[in-house]
Each structure stands twice: as structure tokens, then as C-alpha cells.
């Protein structure tokens, strides 16, 4: 036994019971009394003896007695302790029972506020997205308040600026007849209107519309002189330096050369401008077999290399049985043919006599001329040959024509034909250069997007609208007093602003489209400082109604006008949100007045939904005009300014109808004619278009009845409608076969069940039965009766109405499209089974299956990576993005969809060429997923295509650097600004490796490094690569042009030298004038010194040494030496090109300060400034007399002036008039105009230079605010388009400014 203490061994830790701390566990001492005696008898020595006396028994009795106490006690005590541990325990669980429920409760309080929290972040959450949609609202109100005050205060200005300048000019005249002694009436007192003058606001602004009358000059060439516009402000530093040539057209500007060079020649031959290589083949019998054996063997060649360069190919061929009956067709095919092909041997046919007369005698200069003689072993010509050599030879004066003369094989002499063909059709035709297809094309893409930067462009949907005008300039209609409705246009034009867009209303048919077309081209020739935009919208669901693509086109003509279109979002909804945001920033830096024409708008679809920018304030010098058909015109925009067309006259309807019987041998009689007038008297029959179908029904001779029946029946139709389906059944009936019947209906049902039409060769091969001078001759009649016309290549119909009578006439309403849209779905298909992939398929295919609804195709279309790489490339992106939510894909899956499509296509894909497709199509499925939004996705292609471009081709070679380029794009949407840095940086390595370090590769890859550098607020190294990039853009592009521009100067530029063969005259002398400048453009020197030394020589003939086209042209002569450095020469020029201006014009002309300033910036560069400084002060004078003396292009020559002084030491001289330039500049443009930053920039460095450094300092801090406040156009400021530098000096101090000296 033991104490209770045993219990628990020493050092043990316990807990102890009322809630204080364990501890170690200690003996608990029991006090027992000491038992001596029972222990000294339990130690005496020897045995116990038995039976011990009775005082022995009783003691061990005791013992027992006290050891059972000791026990009790014990017990007692080890009871106590466990009933206190026992309650010890109970309050510890009691207490645990209380901490669990307090914890309990505070979880469920945790609970309740965090469901409170949450409902409290949802509602920020809600609130936040309140704030944001608010703010984006405020946003835009405070815009749009902005846009208005700033209209506001500009329209005030303006007015201000014009009341005062016609109160100078009333005072001027009044003072002038006192001085005259004429007395002046008041003109209250006079009776007759015929006394008074009235000088408005109205009036003026007409004026500043008109282009510019002070500026212009009797000929025509003087539009194209390098002027100075001198109506609006002038950059005072610019990035271009302009001395050509071109008045209000820089060498940068390619459009506005276009329209220029339109001015000259406004309606060119159609063969310039269509999209199809025709071909017009002229052969007799015996050399047939060289015609055979060409169009089987090399036509396909041909028509492929132009199908691969985005244009159709066609060979015209009239066999002799047929030509006899075809004489107006095959008239109309010369005129028509890009390109005409005489193949002669000993015998000629009258047919061949008519069509060499045509193509190579009346008209050498239309076309490339190509003649095949097959000439005998004794080289030998029979008579009939031999006189038409000699009549040829005769015609061809410029020895244009290419003749190859063969004496071999049939199949040798085809082949020389197609290997000059091939020649012409890339170097002359189509303007490439180099004689391998391949790598040819590859070169075409690359500059392609090399012009185009990051925009992806269409140059179809251009082509499309360029014909669209030409065919409305070039229309043979009558003007059915249009003259009155252009009048009118103008006056609502000149209005002062703001103004709404203005609407141009009539019934279908009424003539909006010629009103427009024609409005634009005497326009052009009026204010050639004017920026036209147009669009011509086509039928409904065509490419041409697509909103997106509209506005992302009239985008990106806007910014080819300034310099770059990089920037530019490929987004659907951003390109119709950015839209009036740059046009807004654009029309600010322009220098003229920017116009915008939609014609058909209400034809758009959703229109507006898509046109929301029309209703908000426009810009002060934009204008918008838009036509729309009364009766579809959305509610909202009825209330703009409205031209109302009205229905013709009678005496406008006999104007139509006598236009159209010109040249015909029918008349009516006065009974007819009166009976055409009384029909001709309602709404519907009364327009346009169904008086002018009206005449050509009854002209046209495909009816069988007489002229009286047949006026009976048209005049049963009461509408264009009726008329159209009546036409449509005089047609099909004047046809000689129920062959050629079912064609025309099935050619008219396939066109309107396609997307845009149907090409002549797509014709051709869906019916191989049909030969081509049977399709000719059905087309000509069929566009004689306004039912198609061909454009971009394509057949389509030309009204709208016609689209609607084929609808009812031949598909019941249109219930029987689908049969049609399969069959174009069945040819396109298998095009795309023979693996050829051209715009055309990936146009029509995709359309065509969503028409139809089948899902399953059109995703399989889709998934053909070429058809979507073209769609992609060619700018469709909303149009494929469309497509996919049709199909119902988003865009995670679609581009699962692509990827594992390419994976299939990069198992079959073996040979280097088929490894480049691939890297391409790599390429592009990148851009398109970056484009989507989905970087992250987007970054395995585009490492994949650089894999493969580093493995089949080289690691330096140019393709690398795109890939590159493109992975970099990624990097700075992520803001990896190092990764991207670097990627930029190897890809300039490349270029300028392959390419030089001028090429527009070289640019590209300067300007993104520019906006990085700009990103990371690096405005220093920015600026320097900058202005390298824009250095090379500036000779490239004179060299090369942008999107389609220089294609069309080199072509237009062979169709001009056909006017200089006539004789001597000054409209002769003006187009060699206007040659010269177009071969400059195209940085062809010592072809332009030579026509513009020719026009000298001409002016000097036939109008005299003095008169102001001679002084015009040694101008032009004198800029052209200035560019070939050959000072003294220029100079010269200048001075006989200043006296002749003295003596033939006033002394405060705008072309006689024009030559001051040039003859004055000549004599700068050449160190003389001691005389240019008087050509200043009088370039000065004039101006101030021009414009007086608060007018911002006064001002531009008060800084030339100074920086003259300056540079002649005479700063007193200069310091006032930097700061009266200063003071005009920030009165009439504002304080934060650019220029007002650059003249701050030059009194900087003055003061300087004058050692006031506090004041240079503060000068130079607000110039480089005004800079830095600037929106930035892609990198750095775009020069306007009629800026020049060589008009304002900048005085180039230190960049950044010194520190004064201590």
C-alpha cells in the first residue's frame, strides 16, 4: 500500500481543475503517528514462539486496527481527489459547453456577414457598371458638347473673319468708285433689285466651298500647279517637304493624283478601269491554227495569273461566220478589249479589214497593240497584207505597236503570242514588273500589306466603287435639267455651319445617282483643295450595302489622306464607333474641306442602327451628302435638309426621249409623240428611269412589232416595274433559239441568286455550250434596255428595279432562287476541289451556303483554310466573324475548329512551297485570333508559323521578320513591352538586311517601335526613329504610291499621251503639262522634263512667251530641277516664270505670291538670303491684301519672314514678328493648335539665342505641351496633304534646351 501521493508519479504534468495552468504533480505528505513498539518487536532476534501470551495477541490486533485507519484514511483522501478532479472536470466541460456555443454564435454572426458582404460586392459590383455606363455616356455628351462648342466657336470665328473681310472689301469698292467720282446710291432708296449688293455669310462660305477662286487660273493646269490653297490654316512645320510640281496635290498623295488626273480625263476608256483583261483576238482562216493552239494551250496560263492577281481574263474571238452579224458587238469589244491581237499571213476578210481599222488605225494609242505577221521563207507580202502594214505603220506614230514576225511552226508562233501577252498583261496592264508569276505574286502580297501597314484592304470592293462612278460620269442619259437640282446642291452645300447631313430624296429611278456623280466630278474640277469620299451603294445584301465594310473604307481613304492608315481597328463594332472620332481628328489637320457622299444609304442594312454618326454635329469644314429612295427613308433623318427630285417635265421627258432617238432612223409622228407626253404625267412614269427604258424599248428594234404596236405596249405599263418585265419579255422573244432563250433566263436567275454577280468567264464555263459572241451580243442589248452592266468584271443589274422584275418575271417571286444558288454552290465547289481558291469562291461560296442555310457546308467552307485566309486578308473580317455565329461557334471553338484543321493540313503538307502555305496560313489564323481578342490563342500559330519560316526558309529571311513582327503585336497587347522591344528590334535586323534601309519593311517595323518606345514614355528615342520612318515613307511612296494608286497613274499615264499627238493647241500644251506632273509623280524625271519642256515650247507657240500658262509651266519646269538639284537652272526659271506673273497678273494674286515663295525658298537654300528676304516681305504683302491681317495663312508668312531675319542675324527684326504671328495664330486657331506650339517653339530658341533664358525656358515648356497634348496619329503627326514645309521654316534649336549658364 501507500500514500495517496503514489497515485501520481513525481514530475507527471497535470491540469489543474479551476482553470489555472498544469504543472508537475508533487507527494502529498500524510501525517502517521509513530508505531515503535510494534516495529521493535517485528526486529527482536530468534523465532517467534508459539503460543505467545495474551498482551502479544492484542498488540498484533492493533497493528491490524491501525493499518486498517491508515487505509481508511488513505481512501478518504484519494476519494476527495477524485471527486474534486470529478468537479474539476464537470466545470471544465461546462466551460467548453459555453466557449463551443459562443463560438457557435460568433459563426453564425461570420456567416450573416459574410452573406451580407456578398450581397454588398454584388451590389458595388452593379453599381460600378452603373458608373461606367454612365461615365461612358457622360463621355460621350461631354464629346459630343465639346465637338458642339468647338463648331460653336470656329462658326463664329469664321463668320466674324468673313463680315470683316467683305467689309474690307465693300470699303475697298467704295473708296474706288469715290476715287472714280462715281457716286454711290444707297440702296434703300433705289426701287429696282437689279441696284442692290448684297454681301452674306452664306455668300462667303459659298465661296470658301467653291475651292478657292483667288488661288485659280483660265486653264485647267493651273489646278494641278504646286500652289499654296490659302482658305483654311497652314501647318507652319511640317514633316513633308513639297516642291513638285502639284499645286494641292503632294507627291504623297496618291488619291488626290488620281482625282486630279480625273480632272484632265474624266471619262477614260472602260478597258482602263475594268477588272477583266479582255483580250481581242483578230485572225483570218489561215492563221487559225496559231489561234487554236494558243487559246487551248495558253489562255488557261493567262487567265490563271490574272485570276492569282485579283482580275478575270478573257479572250474575245469573233469567228468569221459570225462577225458579219456582230458588227456592233465587235465594235463594242475594241473599244472594250485591254489589249487587241491582229494575226495576219497572206489573205484578208472584210471582217479583219473592219476590225484592224478600228483597233490598230482610228485608235493605235487605246490599248497595247500586238500584230503576228506569219510571213513566207521568202519573207514575201501579198498585196492586201502589204497595204495594211502600210496604213497601220502609218496610224502608229509612237511605234507602239509590238510585232512579231515568225516564219517557223504554228505552235512556235503561239507561243511567242503568249509570251508577249504574258509581258504586256503584267508590265503594262496591270502594272508589275518581272517576269515570274510566282514570285511575282508572293512580292504583290507582301507589298500589298507593306502599303496597307496593319490594315487589311480590299482592292475589289474599291475597284467596284471607282467603276461605280465612272459608269454615272460616263453615262449617256440625258441631264434632264439636272443643272437646276446642282445649283441647288450647292447653295445647301455652302450653307454655313453646323449643318446636318443633307438628303438627297426621290422616287426609285429619279436620278439621285447621276445627280450625285455628276455633282462630284464639276466639283473636282472647281475645288480641287476639296477631299471627296463616296460610296455608291448596290443592291441589298450585296458587299456594297455592308455597313461595317463601308465605314472601315471611308475610314481608311480618310487616313490614306494622312500619311498612315496603321491603327485602325479590324473590330466590327469599334470601326463603326472610331469612324467620327477620326474623322473629327482629321478634318482638324486637313487644309480644305472634306465631303462625304453615300449614295442609296436607306439600301444599307440596318442603316440606323450603323449611320448613328450622322446625327451627331459634324465638323465645321465637312459636309455629308447622302441620297435614299423617299419612300424607304427612316423617320428620324426627314428632318435634315432635303433635295427633293422632282418628276420630269414634259419638256424634260421630250429631252430624254429625243437624246435617245439621236442617230436613229425611227421618229415619232405628232400624234405619238403627244400621246407619249399625256402618258408620260404621273408619278410613276414620269421619272427618269422609266422615260429613258421607255425610249430605248422603242429604239432598240428587238421587237417584232411595228413601231405603233409597240409603243401601244409600253405605253400598258404604268410603272418601271411593269416596263422592266415587258422588256424582259421583248427579249427573250427577239431571241432566234429556245437555246439562247433558257440561257438568258438561267444567266439572269443565276445572277440575282448570287452574292454580286457573275463574271463573263464564270458564264462561259457553267454553260460550255454558249459562245462568246453570242454572250456579247446578248449582254449588249441586255444592257442597252438598263438591265445589267458589267462592273469589277462581274454582270449585275443595273437598277434595282430590274433585280425585282427578274424576281417575278422568272422565279415566281423569288420561291425558285434556291435550285440557283445550288448550282453556283455545285460550281464553286468543285473550283475548290481542284484547289482553286480565288476571291471570287471565297466570296460567293460561304454567302451562298448561308443563303441556302446549310450549316454543315458553309462550317466545311470555312474550315478550308484558304477560303478563309482570303476573306481574312482581303478585310472581310466582320464578314467571316458573321459567318462563324451563323454557324453558331464561338470564338474559343472556332478557333479549336482552325487549329485542328491546320493540323490535318500540316500532315499532307511535304514540299518547301507547300511548308510556306502553311507558315501563311499560320500566320493568318494568328492575326485573325488577335484580332478576335484571344492573344493568349493567338501565340501558338504565330510561334508555329516562325518555326516553320526559320526551317524551310532561314532564319533571316523577310518572312522571319513578319512572323516576328506579328508575335511582338502580342507581347504589347500583354504589355511585355521587353519581350516586344526585342522581337521589333530582330525583325528591323532583318529587313534592312534583305530589303536596304529604305524599305517600306524597314518603316513598318521603325513605326511600331515608335509607338512601344512612345508607350514606355521614351519620347526621345521615339522621335529619332520616327523621323527615320517617315524619311523613308516619303521616297518610297513616290516611288511605289499607296493601295491601288500607282497602277492607275502608270496606266492612266499611257492614256494621256494619246491626246498630245493632235496639233499645236493650248489644251494640248495643258494635257503635256499634266503628263509631265503624273510621270514626276511617279518619280520618272526625265520623262516629265521632257513633256513639260514640250507644253513650255507649245504655251510658247500658241499662246506667247508672256502669257500666264507659259509662266505656269516654267514654274512646273523650275520645281522639277529644284529636285535634280540643278540650282541655277531652277532659278532662272523662277525668275522668267515671276516677271511674267508681274505683268499678267495683279499684285496681289495667290500664284504670284506662290512663285515669290518658291523663288524666295530657292534663294534660302542656296545661301541668298539677302534676296529672298525682299521676296518675303512682298509674298507678305500680298497676302495681307489676300486675306488681311488676322488670318492664319498671314501669319505662316510673318514666321518665314522671321526666320529669314533670324538667319540673318537681325533678331529685333524677328521677335516682333514671331509674336504678331503668335497673336494670330492663337486668335484664330486657338492656344493649343499645333502651329501656335511651333511658333512658341521658335521664339524659344530666339530668346535664347538673345540670352533671355527664364523666358526661353517658359516658351519652350508650353511648346512641348501643346505637342504633347496632340493626339497622335499611328506615330507622330500626320502631314496634311497640303502642307508644305517649304512654306514656314522652323528654327531648329537644341532638343531638349540647354541650361543657362551659372
Given at each position: 500500500m501507500g500514500t495517496a501521493s503514489s497515485l501520481v508519479s513525481p514530475g507527471e504534468v497535470i491540469e489543474d481543475g479551476y482553470g489555472g495552468e498544469g504543472g508537475e504533480a508533487c507527494e502529498i505528505p500524510v501525517e502517521v503517528k509513530p508505531k515503535a513498539r510494534l516495529l521493535r518487536s517485528s526486529f527482536r532476534r530468534g523465532p517467534r514462539v508459539i503460543g505467545a501470551s495474551f498482551k502479544s495477541t492484542g498488540s498484533v490486533d492493533l497493528e491490524y486496527a491501525a493499518e486498517y485507519e491508515r487505509l481508511r484514511k488513505e481512501y478518504e483522501i484519494f476519494r476527495v481527489s477524485k471527486n474534486n478532479e470529478i468537479s474539476s472536470m464537470q466545470k471544465k466541460e461546462a466551460k467548453l459547453d459555453e466557449e463551443n456555443k459562443r463560438l457557435r454564435a460568433e459563426l453564425q454572426a461570420l456567416q450573416k456577414t459574410y452573406q451580407k458582404i456578398l450581397r454588398e460586392k454584388e451590389s458595388a459590383l452593379e453599381a460600378k457598371y452603373q458608373a461606367m455606363e454612365r461615365a461612358a455616356t457622360f463621355e460621350h455628351d461631354r464629346d459630343k458638347v465639346k465637338r458642339q462648342f468647338k463648331?460653336?466657336?470656329?462658326?463664329?470665328?469664321?463668320?466674324?473673319?468673313?463680315?470683316?473681310?467683305?467689309?474690307?472689301?465693300?470699303?475697298?469698292?467704295?473708296?474706288?468708285?469715290?476715287?472714280?467720282?462715281?457716286?454711290?446710291?444707297?440702296?434703300?432708296?433705289?426701287?429696282?433689285?437689279?441696284?442692290?449688293?448684297?454681301?452674306?455669310?452664306?455668300?462667303?462660305?459659298?465661296?470658301?466651298?467653291?475651292?478657292?477662286?483667288?488661288?485659280?487660273?483660265?486653264?485647267?493646269?493651273?489646278?494641278?500647279?504646286?500652289?499654296?490653297?490659302?482658305?483654311?490654316?497652314?501647318?507652319?512645320?511640317?514633316?513633308?517637304?513639297?516642291?513638285?510640281?502639284?499645286?494641292?496635290?503632294?507627291?504623297?498623295?496618291?488619291?488626290?493624283?488620281?482625282?486630279?488626273?480625273?480632272?484632265?480625263?474624266?471619262?477614260?476608256?472602260?478597258?482602263?478601269?475594268?477588272?477583266?483583261?479582255?483580250?481581242?483576238?483578230?485572225?483570218?482562216?489561215?492563221?487559225?491554227?496559231?489561234?487554236?493552239?494558243?487559246?487551248?494551250?495558253?489562255?488557261?496560263?493567262?487567265?490563271?495569273?490574272?485570276?492569282?492577281?485579283?482580275?478575270?481574263?478573257?479572250?474575245?474571238?469573233?469567228?468569221?461566220?459570225?462577225?458579219?452579224?456582230?458588227?456592233?458587238?465587235?465594235?463594242?469589244?475594241?473599244?472594250?478589249?485591254?489589249?487587241?491581237?491582229?494575226?495576219?499571213?497572206?489573205?484578208?476578210?472584210?471582217?479583219?479589214?473592219?476590225?484592224?481599222?478600228?483597233?490598230?488605225?482610228?485608235?493605235?494609242?487605246?490599248?497595247?497593240?500586238?500584230?503576228?505577221?506569219?510571213?513566207?521563207?521568202?519573207?514575201?507580202?501579198?498585196?492586201?497584207?502589204?497595204?495594211?502594214?502600210?496604213?497601220?505603220?502609218?496610224?502608229?506614230?509612237?511605234?507602239?505597236?509590238?510585232?512579231?514576225?515568225?516564219?517557223?511552226?504554228?505552235?512556235?508562233?503561239?507561243?511567242?503570242?503568249?509570251?508577249?501577252?504574258?509581258?504586256?498583261?503584267?508590265?503594262?496592264?496591270?502594272?508589275f514588273e518581272g517576269a515570274?508569276?510566282?514570285?511575282?505574286?508572293?512580292?504583290?502580297?507582301?507589298?500589298?500589306?507593306?502599303?496597307?501597314?496593319?490594315?487589311?484592304?480590299?482592292?475589289?470592293?474599291?475597284?467596284?466603287?471607282?467603276?461605280?462612278?465612272?459608269?454615272?460620269?460616263?453615262?449617256?442619259?440625258?441631264?434632264?435639267?439636272?443643272?437646276?437640282?446642282?445649283?441647288?446642291?450647292?447653295?445647301?452645300?455652302?450653307?454655313?455651319?453646323?449643318?446636318?447631313?443633307?438628303?438627297?430624296?426621290?422616287?426609285?429611278?429619279?436620278?439621285?445617282?447621276?445627280?450625285l456623280s455628276k455633282w462630284i466630278e464639276l466639283q473636282q474640277k472647281q475645288s480641287p483643295n476639296t477631299l471627296f469620299l463616296y460610296h455608291f451603294v448596290g443592291r441589298p445584301l450585296s458587299t456594297s450595302s455592308e455597313p461595317v465594310l463601308i465605314i472601315k473604307r471611308?475610314?481608311?481613304?480618310?487616313?490614306?489622306?494622312?500619311?498612315?492608315?496603321?491603327?485602325?481597328?479590324?473590330?466590327?463594332?469599334?470601326?463603326?464607333?472610331?469612324?467620327?472620332?477620326?474623322?473629327?481628328?482629321?478634318?482638324?489637320?486637313?487644309?480644305?474641306?472634306?465631303?462625304?457622299?453615300?449614295?442609296?444609304?436607306?439600301?444599307?442594312?440596318?442603316?440606323?442602327?450603323?449611320?448613328?454618326?450622322?446625327?451627331?454635329?459634324?465638323?465645321?469644314?465637312?459636309?455629308?451628302?447622302?441620297?435614299?429612295?423617299?419612300?424607304?427613308?427612316?423617320?428620324?433623318?426627314?428632318?435634315?435638309?432635303?433635295?427633293?427630285?422632282?418628276?420630269?417635265?414634259?419638256?424634260?421627258?421630250?429631252?430624254?426621249?429625243?437624246?435617245?432617238?439621236?442617230?436613229?432612223?425611227?421618229?415619232?409622228?405628232?400624234?405619238?409623240?403627244?400621246?407619249?407626253?399625256?402618258?408620260?404625267?404621273?408619278?410613276?412614269?414620269?421619272?427618269?428611269?422609266?422615260?429613258?427604258?421607255?425610249?430605248?424599248?422603242?429604239?432598240?428594234?428587238?421587237?417584232?412589232?411595228?413601231?405603233?404596236?409597240?409603243?401601244?405596249?409600253?405605253?400598258q405599263c404604268q410603272d418601271t416595274m411593269s416596263l422592266y418585265r415587258l422588256a424582259l419579255k421583248i427579249m427573250l422573244n427577239s431571241l432566234s433559239t429556245d437555246r439562247e432563250r433558257h440561257i438568258m433566263r438561267e444567266m439572269l436567275c443565276l445572277v440575282f441568286a448570287s452574292h454580286n454577280g457573275v463574271s463573263e468567264s464564270e458564264v462561259l464555263d457553267i454553260f460550255p455550250e454558249l459562245e462568246l459572241p453570242t454572250l456579247s451580243s446578248l449582254l449588249y442589248h441586255l444592257n442597252k434596255l438598263c438591265i445589267v452592266t458589267l462592273r469589277c468584271g462581274l454582270i449585275r443589274f443595273q437598277h434595282l428595279q430590274a433585280w425585282e422584275a427578274v424576281k417575278l418575271e422568272f422565279l415566281g417571286g423569288g420561291s425558285s432562287s434556291a435550285s440557283y444558288r445550288e448550282k453556283l454552290i455545285n460550281f464553286f465547289n468543285k473550283q475548290l476541289s481542284q484547289d482553286l481558291v480565288t476571291w471570287r469562291v471565297a466570296d460567293e461560296l460561304p454567302w451562298l451556303l448561308q443563303q441556302q442555310e446549310d450549316r454543315a457546308k458553309l462550317q466545311l467552307s470555312l474550315l478550308n483554310l484558304f477560303v478563309s485566309q482570303n476573306l481574312y486578308k482581303r478585310g472581310h473580317f466582320s464578314e467571316l466573324l458573321a459567318y462563324w455565329q451563323y454557324v453558331g461557334k464561338d470564338k474559343s471553338s472556332m478557333a479549336t475548329e482552325y487549329f485542328d484543321s491546320l493540323k490535318r493540313y500540316e500532315k499532307s503538307c511535304e514540299s518547301e512551297d507547300g511548308m510556306t502555305k502553311l507558315a501563311n496560313l499560320y500566320e493568318t489564323l494568328g492575326r485573325f485570333l488577335k484580332d478576335l481578342g484571344l492573344p493568349s490563342q493567338a501565340v501558338a500559330p504565330l510561334q508555329r508559323s516562325l518555326e516553320i519560316r526559320e526551317t524551310a526558309l532561314d532564319p533571316d529571311h523577310p518572312s522571319v521578320a513578319q512572323s516576328l513582327h506579328q508575335l511582338a503585336g502580342v507581347y504589347v497587347h500583354w504589355k511585355k513591352y521587353g519581350n516586344a522591344e526585342q522581337l521589333y528590334k530582330q525583325a528591323l535586323e532583318i529587313s534592312e538586311n534583305a530589303y536596304g534601309a529604305e524599305h517600306t519593311s524597314v518603316a513598318r517595323e521603325l513605326e511600331s517601335l515608335t509607338m512601344l518606345y512612345q508607350k514606355q514614355n521614351k519620347y526621345e528615342q521615339a522621335e529619332k526613329l520616327r523621323k527615320r520612318s517617315v524619311k523613308i515613307r516619303q521616297k518610297t511612296a513616290r516611288k511605289k504610291g499607296h493601295m491601288y494608286g500607282f497602277t492607275l497613274l502608270r496606266r492612266r499615264a499611257l492614256q494621256l499621251e494619246e491626246l498630245t499627238l493632235e496639233k499645236d493647241s493650248a489644251d494640248c500644251a495643258k494635257t503635256l503639262n499634266e503628263l509631265g506632273v503624273l510621270y514626276y509623280l511617279q518619280n520618272n524625271l526625265d520623262a516629265a522634263k521632257m513633256f513639260l519642256t514640250r507644253s513650255l515650247e507649245m504655251r510658247q507657240r500658241v499662246l506667247g512667251p508672256d502669257h500666264s500658262d507659259c509662266a505656269q509651266s516654267l514654274n512646273n519646269l523650275a520645281a522639277l530641277h529644284t529636285e535634280r538639284r540643278e540650282y541655277e537652272t531652277a532659278e532662272d526659271m523662277y525668275e522668267r516664270a515671276l516677271d511674267i506673273r508681274k505683268k499678267a497678273l495683279s499684285p496681289d494674286h495667290p500664284s504670284l505670291a506662290y512663285t515669290l515663295k518658291h523663288l524666295a525658298m530657292l534663294y534660302k537654300r542656296r545661301g541668298k538670303l539677302e534676296k529672298a528676304a525682299p521676296l518675303y516681305e512682298l509674298s507678305l504683302d500680298i497676302r495681307e491684301k489676300s486675306f488681311g491681317p488676322k488670318h492664319p495663312s498671314v501669319a505662316t508668312a510673318l514666321v518665314n519672314l522671321a526666320v529669314i531675319y533670324c538667319q540673318l542675324k537681325k533678331h529685333s527684326d524677328a521677335l516682333p514678328l514671331y509674336e504678331r504671328a503668335l497673336k494670330v495664330y492663337e486668335d484664330s486657331l486657338g492656344r493649343s493648335h499645333p502651329r501656335v506650339g511651333e511658333t512658341l517653339k521658335n521664339l524659344a530658341v530666339l530668346s535664347y539665342e538673345e540670352g533671355d533664358f527664364e523666358r526661353a525656358a517658359e516658351l519652350y515648356k508650353r511648346a512641348m505641351e501643346i505637342k504633347e497634348a496632340e493626339p497622335s496619329l499611328v506615330c507622330g503627326i500626320a502631314p496634311s496633304r497640303h502642307s508644305s514645309s517649304g512654306d514656314t521654316f522652323s528654327l531648329r534649336g537644341p532638343a531638349p534646351l540647354p541650361l543657362p549658364p551659372r
Open positions: 463648331i460653336f466657336r470656329e462658326t463664329k470665328e469664321k463668320e466674324i473673319q468673313d463680315l470683316l473681310r467683305a467689309k474690307r472689301d465693300l470699303e475697298a469698292k467704295l473708296q474706288q468708285l469715290q476715287t472714280q467720282g462715281i457716286q454711290v446710291y444707297d440702296p434703300n432708296d433705289s426701287d429696282s433689285d437689279d441696284n442692290q449688293t448684297t454681301v452674306t455669310v452664306t455668300g462667303t462660305q459659298c465661296e470658301y466651298w467653291s475651292g478657292g477662286v483667288l488661288g485659280s487660273e483660265p486653264s485647267m493646269g493651273s489646278m494641278m500647279q504646286l500652289q499654296q490653297t490659302f482658305r483654311g490654316p497652314e501647318l507652319a512645320h511640317s514633316l513633308i517637304d513639297v516642291e513638285g510640281p502639284f499645286a494641292n496635290v503632294s507627291r504623297d498623295d496618291w488619291d488626290a493624283a488620281v482625282a486630279s488626273l480625273l480632272q484632265v480625263s474624266p471619262h477614260v476608256p472602260q478597258a482602263l478601269w475594268s477588272n477583266t483583261v479582255r483580250c481581242y483576238l483578230i485572225s483570218t482562216q489561215e492563221t487559225k491554227t496559231e489561234l487554236d493552239i494558243f487559246i487551248k494551250k495558253h489562255s488557261s496560263v493567262l487567265r490563271q495569273m490574272c485570276e492569282g492577281l485579283g482580275h478575270f481574263y478573257l479572250n474575245v474571238f469573233f469567228p468569221e461566220e459570225s462577225a458579219a452579224s456582230c458588227t456592233i458587238e465587235r465594235k463594242l469589244e475594241i473599244e472594250r478589249s485591254s489589249v487587241c491581237v491582229l494575226l495576219l499571213k497572206s489573205t484578208v476578210t472584210s471582217s479583219v479589214l473592219e476590225d484592224s481599222e478600228e483597233a490598230f488605225v482610228k485608235n493605235p494609242d487605246g490599248h497595247p497593240l500586238v500584230l503576228y505577221l506569219r510571213t513566207q521563207e521568202d519573207h514575201s507580202l501579198s498585196a492586201p497584207i502589204r497595204q495594211l502594214l502600210e496604213r497601220v505603220n502609218a496610224a502608229d506614230k509612237a511605234a507602239k505597236i509590238k510585232v512579231v514576225d515568225h516564219s517557223g511552226s504554228a505552235e512556235e508562233g503561239a507561243n511567242l503570242i503568249f509570251a508577249q501577252l504574258e509581258k504586256i498583261i503584267k508590265q503594262e496592264l496591270l502594272g515570274d508569276v510566282d514570285s511575282k505574286d508572293s512580292a504583290i502580297d507582301e507589298g500589298h500589306e507593306e502599303d496597307s501597314g496593319e490594315v487589311l484592304w480590299d482592292l475589289h470592293d474599291e475597284q467596284e466603287q471607282i467603276e461605280s462612278y465612272q459608269h454615272a460620269c460616263s453615262s449617256t442619259t440625258s441631264h434632264f435639267g439636272i443643272q437646276k437640282y446642282i445649283d441647288r446642291l450647292n447653295d445647301m452645300i455652302a450653307a454655313p455651319p453646323p449643318t446636318p447631313p443633307l438628303l438627297v430624296s426621290g422616287g426609285p429611278g429619279s436620278g439621285k445617282s447621276l445627280l471611308l475610314t481608311v481613304k480618310l487616313l490614306q489622306h494622312f500619311w498612315s492608315i496603321s491603327g485602325l481597328s479590324m473590330e466590327p463594332s469599334k470601326i463603326l464607333e472610331e469612324f467620327p472620332r477620326w474623322l473629327e481628328r482629321l478634318s482638324a489637320r486637313h487644309q480644305g474641306n472634306i465631303i462625304i457622299i453615300i449614295d442609296s444609304i436607306d439600301q444599307i442594312q440596318q442603316a440606323e442602327r450603323h449611320m448613328k454618326w450622322l446625327i451627331d454635329p459634324l465638323p465645321v469644314n465637312v459636309r455629308v451628302v447622302v441620297s435614299v429612295n423617299v419612300e424607304t427613308c427612316p423617320q428620324a433623318w426627314r428632318l435634315w435638309p432635303t433635295l427633293h427630285l422632282d418628276p420630269l417635265s414634259p419638256r424634260e421627258v421630250r429631252s430624254v426621249v429625243n437624246a435617245e432617238f439621236q442617230g436613229m432612223d425611227l421618229k415619232l409622228t405628232k400624234d405619238q409623240e403627244k400621246k407619249l407626253e399625256r402618258h408620260c404625267r404621273s408619278a410613276s412614269t414620269c421619272n427618269a428611269l422609266y422615260v429613258t427604258l421607255l425610249a430605248r424599248m422603242i429604239t432598240s428594234g428587238r421587237s417584232c412589232w411595228s413601231l405603233e404596236k409597240n409603243l401601244e405596249q409600253c405605253l
